[in-house]
C-alpha cells in the first residue's frame, strides 16, 4: 500500500556545492568556505522554502595526496569549523534545524555533550548531530596517533561515545533549576545527577554544566551503510543518511534497518531514511543535461584521478589513460561484481573519465537531472513506495544550485502536497516527528512513583 503524507527535506551545503569542480562555476561562492554571509544566505533561503534542516559536513584534518590535485579541489582544505559555523546561523534563523557532523574518533564525550546542548539552548531546540567515526586517516596525525583506529574498534568506540553523551545530557533534570530569589535556590540538588560511566573506551564522572537541552537530546543522525554501521545505527540513529541509488534495494535497505531497529526496542518511525540527492534542475531535459555537462568538462583530470583513487580506497592510478578502462590488476573483476564499495562504479563498462565523472557529481550520492516535474516525479515514487522518508539536497553549486531547487522544485511538490507550506513544529524533532527523550533519571523514577 502506498503511504500518504509529507517527506522531510535537508539542504546539505559543502561550500561552494557538491560536484568536484563546483568552485570553477561562476554561480558557485568562490570563497564560500571563509565566507559567514555565504552561509547565512543560504540558510535564510532553505528556511524561507521550509526546509527541515541544513546539514554540515566536517573533517578534521586537510586532505592528504597529491598536492598538485589537492591544489585545484578545495573540498577540505579550508572551512568552518561547522559547530562555530552553526551557533552563528542560529542568531539569524529561527524554525530551521541546525545539523553538524562531529567525530567520535577524536573528540571526547564530554566537550561535545556540552557543544551540541549549548547549541540546542541557543537556536531553541533545533540542533542534530551527525555521529561520524571519520574516514580520514590523516585525522590521526593531529590528535596523538601514528594510525587511525580500526573499523571495528572506531564503532564499538562510537557506540559507548554516544551513551556516555546521552548520560551527560540527562546531567539535570528538566525542571531542575528553580531559579528562586525568595528562597536563595538556584537549583534543586535533588535533581543533579552524576554519570560515573566507566567502561571499555571512557571513564566520565559528570555531571554536565549545562542545563538538559530543549530536545533532550540533538537529534542524532548517522551515514556509515556497512554492516558494522547498520547495528549502530539500529542503534542509535534518528536520520541515516545514506548512498541509495536504485528503489528496489533502497526498499529493502529501508524495511531491514527499521527492523532492525525494532530488535533495540525502537519503533520503525523513530528511525528515518534520507539519502543524500544531488539535483540539477532544468526548464527542459535537455538544459538539465547540459548544465551537468558542462561541471562535468570543468573537471581536471588530475582532480579527477585523485578523487577515483580515494573511491577506489586509495588505489594507486598512475599512468592510467583516463579515456580507456580501468585496467583489470588495479581492482580485479572479481572484486567489481562481489564489493558493495564499487558497485557504483562497475554497474557497466565506463571508461577511467566516465567513472570520476560519474562519482564527482555527487560523490557517491545520486544524482538526479530534469524539469522540475520529472524530479518530483521521482522523489514522490521513493517516498509513497516506502523507499525513503525524505532526502538531503545536494546542490551541485552554492548558491546557484539552492536557489534553482527552491525556485522550481519545491513549488511543484508542495502543489501536490508532498511537502509542508509552513512549519508546524517549534524544534527539529517536531518537525522531522520525532519524539523527545525523557531523561533516564525521569524513566527509572516511574515505576517508583507507581508502587508508592
Known amino acids: 500500500m502506498k503511504r500518504t503524507g509529507q517527506l522531510k527535506l535537508g539542504a546539505f551545503f559543502h561550500p561552494t556545492g557538491h560536484h568536484i569542480a563546483s568552485w570553477l562555476h561562476p554561480g558557485a561562492q568562490i570563497d564560500a568556505g571563509t565566507n559567514f554571509s555565504h552561509y547565512a544566505e543560504m540558510t535564510k533561503a532553505a528556511e524561507r522554502a521550509k526546509f527541515d534542516l541544513i546539514f554540515l559536513a566536517d573533517a578534521v584534518a586537510t586532505r592528504d595526496g597529491n598536492l598538485e590535485a589537492l591544489s585545484r579541489w578545495p573540498q577540505y582544505m ?76 572506531r564503532y564499538e568506540r562510537a557506540g559507548e561515545f554516544v551513551e556516555v553523551v546521552k548520560g551527560l545530557l540527562d546531567s539535570y533534570d528538566d525542571d531542575a533549576f528553580v531559579r528562586d530569589r525568595g528562597t536563595a535556590r538556584y537549583f534543586d540538588p535533588e535533581k ?14 559528570g555531571p554536565l554544566n549545562t542545563a538538559r537541552p530543549p530536545q533532550g537530546c540533538p537529534v542524532l543522525f548517522q551515514a556509515s551503510s556497512s554492516d558494522t554501521g547498520k547495528d549502530l545505527a539500529a542503534q542509535i540513529a534518528e536520520v541515516l543518511f545514506t ?45 538539465a543535461d547540459e548544465k551537468l555537462e558542462y561541471l562535468q568538462t570543468l573537471i581536471h583530470p588530475a582532480v579527477g584521478l585523485e578523487l577515483l583513487s580515494n573511491a577506489l580506497g586509495g588505489a594507486d592510478l598512475t599512468g592510467v589513460d583516463i579515456d580507456k578502462p580501468l585496467p583489470d590488476h588495479i581492482i580485479s573483476p572479481e572484486d567489481r561484481k562481489t ?114
Not at 572551512?79 to 567520535?104: C, E, K, Q, W
Not at 543533579?192 to 564522572?205: D, G, I, M, P, T
Request: no cysteine.
Open 339 to 452: 564489493s558493495p564499495r564499487y558497485a557504483y562504479l562497475f554497474k557497466e563498462p565506463l571508461t577511467v573519465r566516465q567513472m570520476y565523472e560519474r562519482y564527482g557529481a555527487a560523490r557517491g550520492q545520486r544524482t538526479l537531472k530534469g524539469t522540475p516535474a520529472t524530479i518530483v516525479d521521482q522523489m514522490e515514487q521513493w517516498f509513497v513506495n516506502y523507499g525513503v522518508d525524505g532526502f538531503l539536497i545536494q546542490p551541485p553549486v552554492l548558491p546557484l544550485g539552492l536557489d534553482e531547487f527552491i525556485a522550481h522544485v519545491i513549488p511543484e511538490l508542495q502543489n501536490r502536497g508532498l511537502f509542508r507550506t509552513e512549519y508546524t513544529g517549534r524544534t527539529l524533532r517536531e518537525n522531522l516527528g520525532l519524539k523527545r527523550p525523557a531523561s533516564r533519571y525521569a524513566q527509572a523514577a516511574e515505576p517508583a512513583r507507581a508502587t508508592a
Open 243 to 287: 548512498p541509495l541509488h536504485d528503489l528496489e534495494k533502497a526498499q529493502a535497505f529501508y524495511t531491514e534497518v527499521k527492523g532492525h531497529a525494532a530488535k533495540f526496542g525502537r519503533a520503525p518511525e523513530d528511525i528515518l531514511i534520507m539519502p543524500g540527492l544531488n539535483v540539477v534542475v532544468g526548464a527542459t531535459q535537455k538544459e
Open 78 to 153: 579550508a572551512f568552518f569549523d561547522p559547530l562555530t559555523l552553526l551557533a552563528g546561523l542560529a542568531s539569524v534563523t529561527t524554525h530551521i534545524g541546525l545539523v553538524a557532523t562531529a567525530t567520535t574518533s577524536y573528540n571526547e564525550p564530554y566537550n561535545i555533550a556540552r557543544r551540541y546542548a549549548s547549541l540546542d539552548h541557543m537556536s531553541g531546540g533545533r540542533a542534530g548531530w551527525n555521529v561520524v567515526t571519520s574516514g580520514n586517516a590523516s585525522e590521526a596525525y593531529n590528535f596523538g596517533r601514528d594510525a587511525h583506529y580500526g573499523h571495528s574498534e
Open 192 to 205: 543533579l545527577h552524576f554519570l560515573n560511566h566507566h567502561a571499555k573506551h571512557f571513564n566520565v564522572r
